[in-house]
């Protein structure tokens, strides 16, 4: 499997019955299709849909019925569209119960940079602002390198910082890490790997849970 449908997978592990969870724009989207069915389980889009599941292609097309990304989605049952000011009441009043980003850099703090590269065009911010800080559970979701091949967990952030300290867990293609008052702590690592490989391919310090295990996505 390529690496964001391994991120992806593991991710989808992360949630419980009842949860709901803010799912964001890019690689962040790909976790509804690894979601367990039998878990009651809503997925948020802050363009304002609870309940999101992944397309059906057996059912017609509904350019009202996308995620953040634009994807078409599914409505699974029970779930329903609402209005703006609906999914960021959710978002601002702290009813979700996390949200999945990614990012461009996050840091040793927890911090991260998802809006702007400088020089180069943006969009804006989108929600994150919002849902970084009216989520108790941040979880970055990432690619480990850039495009250039160079570390995105940086001792501290290069870019623009959409919000600072806000990060609790962070899954990569080669890694497990929670942000802890002590710094990034490597909880599990990709099959075939040690924590020493992690952290020679990690701009960031990082500490080792002494019973750090292997990945799993199934």
């Known amino acids: 499997m390529d690496k964001k449908e391994f991120i992806a997978r593991r991710t989808a592990l992360e949630f419980k019955q009842g949860d709901l ?12 299709s690894y979601i367990d069915k039998s878990k009651n389980i809503f997925m948020h889009t802050e363009n304002g849909i609870v ?26 049952p029970g779930g329903a569209i609402v209005d703006s000011c609906t999914s960021f009441g959710l978002i601002r009043g702290g009813h979700l119960t996390a949200t999945v980003l990614g ?39 990432t690619e480990h390198h850039d495009k250039d091949g160079r570390s995105k967990i940086m001792k501290k952030c290069t870019f623009p910082v959409t919000a600072f300290r806000v990060v609790r867990t ?5 890694a497990y890490i929670e942000v802890k008052p002590e710094g990034l702590l490597i909880m599990e690592v990709a099959p075939g790997l040690t ?7 990690t701009d960031a310090p990082l500490l080792i849970d002494p019973n750090w295990k292997t990945m799993q996505v199934w």
């Not at 940079?113 to 979880?139: C, E, Y």
């Open 21 to 32: 969870v803010n799912l964001g724009a890019g690689l962040p989207g790909f976790v509804a």
């Open 51 to 76: 309940g999101a599941g992944p397309d059906d292609p057996s059912m017609p097309r509904d350019l009202f019925r996308t995620d953040a990304s634009e994807n078409f989605v599914s409505i699974l």
């Open 103 to 141: 990012t461009m850099q996050v840091d040793a703090e927890g911090s991260l940079a998802n809006w702007m590269i400088p020089g180069k065009r943006f969009v804006g911010m989108g929600g994150a602002m919002d849902l970084v800080v009216g989520t108790p559970r941040v979880i970055v979701v």
């Open 170 to 174: 962070i899954i990569t293609e080669l």
């Open 195 to 201: 924590p020493e490989d992690v952290q020679r391919q």
